[in-house]
C-alpha cells in the first residue's frame, strides 16, 4: 500500500501521525481531530480502518502515536485489550440483566 492510495482525509491522518513517532510524542485524539477539522467519532473511525490496512497506530491514554519498537507496540496492544474486555464487560451485564431489574431495584421490603 502506497500513501497515494489513501483517500486524503487517511493521508492527513498518516502525516500528521508521523510527526508522533514514539510513545512519549503521543498527541491527544481531540487535539488530532481539530487540527484536521474532523469530530474526533471520524478520527476514531479512520484509524479503526487504518488498522484494518496494517498501520500500526497505537493509542494509550496520553493519545495517538506511532510505535517505534516492540515495547511501544505492545503498550498500544494492552489499551486495546483492556478496552475490549470492558466493552465486553458491558455487553455481559447488559445480555444478562433482567428487563425488570429497575423495578426490582426500588421494590420495597
Known amino acids: 500500500m502506497k500513501l497515494s492510495d489513501l483517500q486524503k482525509l487517511d493521508q492527513n491522518i498518516i502525516k500528521f501521525l508521523s510527526e508522533h513517532r514514539g510513545i512519549d510524542r ?3 485524539g481531540r487535539i488530532l481531530a481539530q487540527s484536521l477539522n474532523i469530530d474526533f467519532r471520524t478520527l476514531q473511525s479512520r484509524i479503526e480502518y487504518l488498522h484494518k490496512q496494517g498501520c500500526a497506530i497505537g493509542s494509550i491514554d496520553n493519545g495517538y502515536f506511532i510505535p517505534v519498537n516492540e515495547y511501544e507496540r505492545r ?35
Do not use: H, M, S
Open 26 to 28: 503521543a498527541v491527544k
Open 75 to 109: 503498550a498500544g496492544i494492552i489499551k486495546k485489550q483492556r478496552t475490549g474486555i470492558a466493552i465486553n464487560n458491558a455487553v455481559n451485564g447488559y445480555t444478562l440483566a433482567e428487563l425488570d431489574w429497575i423495578d426490582k431495584l426500588f421494590e420495597e421490603d
